[in-house]
């Protein structure tokens, strides 16, 4: 599987396109905005996206869901139930930061902890890292040592939590027990900045030492 990432919005955020060579078939994972952006992206990728799958509910990451979903004619995977009030409410928060208007929506298939996700050939782990909103998600693709955390962790920090049903404790548990087991040669691809490692961030990150414990 390969992952191409695409900043999309002010909030350069990362949308990621997932490649499946094997199949040429290829999924989206948090279309932010600037959906002629990541629709020129795909064209020049030469792969057929088959489904959309969403971490979680914030603006910045769900901005572009709908409009891609219904002109690809692709479903919605994603995230957990607990954050329909976010998606319900897309538009508002749009408009509150400035952004162009995203329409609220409810995907296709909500997901939960132990679930899997599936294009072409690719098979993904789902797994439920509330904290930053209720409702994250994360996914791992195993073979690749790949996982795509949102805005659970990043580089040096961590998801913030003065949002809506954030909660600190519960967003370091999610990571101490969804994202630690996973392992240290993980490659951590985060909705924001760059890429990391789950033993970089244990090993350097200041908001989650203590890791190792």
């Not at 996206?49 to 990451?61: A, S, Y």
């Not at 219904?70 to 319900?88: N, S």
């Not at 990391?196 to 350097?204: K, L």
Request: with cysteine.
């Amino acid at each position: 599987m390969e992952v191409r990432i695409i900043p999309v919005t002010s909030f350069e955020q990362n949308c990621s396109l997932l490649c499946c060579e094997s199949s040429g078939k290829a999924a989206l994972v948090d279309p932010g905005g600037d959906p002629e952006r990541i629709k020129a992206a795909i064209e020049e990728s030469g792969f057929t996206v088959e489904k959309i799958f969403v971490t979680h509910g914030h603006f910045d990451h769900v901005g572009a869901v709908k409009v891609l979903a219904r002109e690809l004619q692709v479903p919605i995977e994603g995230p957990q139930e607990d954050d329909l009030f976010l998606l319900e409410t897309l538009p508002q928060w749009c408009s509150q930061f400035g952004f162009p208007p995203g329409e609220s929506f409810v995907p296709d298939r909500w997901l939960k902890q132990g679930d899997q996700i599936a294009f072409g050939d690719q098979t993904l782990d789902v797994h439920h890292c509330p904290g930053h909103t209720p409702g994250h998600v994360i996914f791992h693709h195993r073979p690749t040592r790949i996982a795509i955390v949102g805005d659970v962790i990043f580089k040096g920090s961590i998801g913030r939590t003065d949002f809506p049903r954030g909660d600190h404790p519960t967003l370091l548990a999610s990571i101490r027990e969804r994202i630690w087991p996973l392992g240290d040669d993980v490659t951590l691809l985060p909705g924001h900045g760059p890429t990391t490692t789950i033993g970089d961030e244990r090993r350097h990150n200041p908001f989650v030492q203590g890791g190792y414990g």
